[in-house]
């Protein structure tokens, strides 16, 4: 059976967490990778909500270190949650192509989100230490497994922050995260009264 459950938890950092996290994680883990990756993240469709959270759908047009994808997860979406993921890639050349497409099939607002994140694998899981540029620092420890191994690689998680003193955000203050990013000035986006031309002006360094 295909392993496409992400089981996911999160949690916020301190700049100094941060640093420190990253340490041990550089030490005892393995380095996979480093993100810079710039999303465009849709509100259901036809709704000018940033409750996007409310949805089980979550979709997505996002460009990582030049790779494009669209990506769809289904499911509860909260500090810690076990959701669906599809993910297909994009010809980077047709970013801007595809959120024509995606528009016409009635997503067209939003968040905007930029960030750059270091990936390590430690004690089987999957470690992402991300950075807001201006806003902040969290975490996000993830398994990828199958539906019947839900509820393992939940404890196996909780097990392995709890030994790194972290804290994962209940639904409350992950939601409240969630709306801190989307109302930062010009991180909405609404494409029925702008050009994502002059969005991607703003972040071209992702292209």
């Known amino acids: 059976m295909t392993n496409n459950i992400e089981v996911e938890h999160r949690g916020l950092l301190t700049k100094e967490k941060f640093n420190s996290l990253r340490k041990l994680l550089e030490k005892e883990g393995k380095f996979i990778k480093e993100k810079d990756r710039f999303s465009v993240i849709y509100s259901p469709r036809g709704k000018e909500t940033l409750r996007i959270h409310r949805?089980?759908?979550?979709?997505?047009?996002?460009?990582t270190n030049k790779k494009s994808e669209l990506v769809l997860k289904h499911g509860k979406w909260s500090g810690s949650d076990a959701r669906k993921e599809f993910s297909f890639p994009v010809d980077s050349a047709k970013f801007g192509e595809m959120i024509e497409f995606i528009k016409i099939l009635g997503f067209y607002y939003g968040v905007l989100q930029a960030t750059k994140t270091h990936v390590y694998m430690y004690k089987n899981i999957e470690f992402a230490i991300v950075q807001v540029p201006g806003f902040?620092?969290?975490?996000?420890?993830?398994?990828?497994?199958?539906?019947?191994?839900?509820?393992?690689?939940?404890?196996?998680?909780?097990?392995?922050?709890?030994?790194?003193?972290?804290t994962v955000l209940n639904d409350k203050d992950f939601y409240k995260l969630l709306e801190d990013l989307s109302n930062r000035p010009?991180?909405?986006?609404?494409?029925?009264?702008?050009?994502?031309?002059?969005?991607?002006?703003?972040?071209?360094d992702y292209f």
């Not at 949805?55 to 460009?63: A, F, W």
């Not at 993830?142 to 922050?161: F, P």
């Not at 909405?188 to 703003?202: A, P, W």
Request: no cysteine.
């Open 55 to 63: 949805s089980p759908i979550d979709l997505r047009l996002r460009i």
């Open 136 to 166: 902040g620092y969290y975490f996000e420890a993830e398994i990828l497994t199958e539906k019947k191994s839900i509820k393992s690689a939940n404890i196996k998680i909780m097990l392995i922050l709890k030994e790194l003193g972290l």
């Open 186 to 204: 010009g991180f909405r986006f609404n494409l029925k009264k702008e050009n994502f031309l002059d969005i991607k002006k703003r972040f071209i």
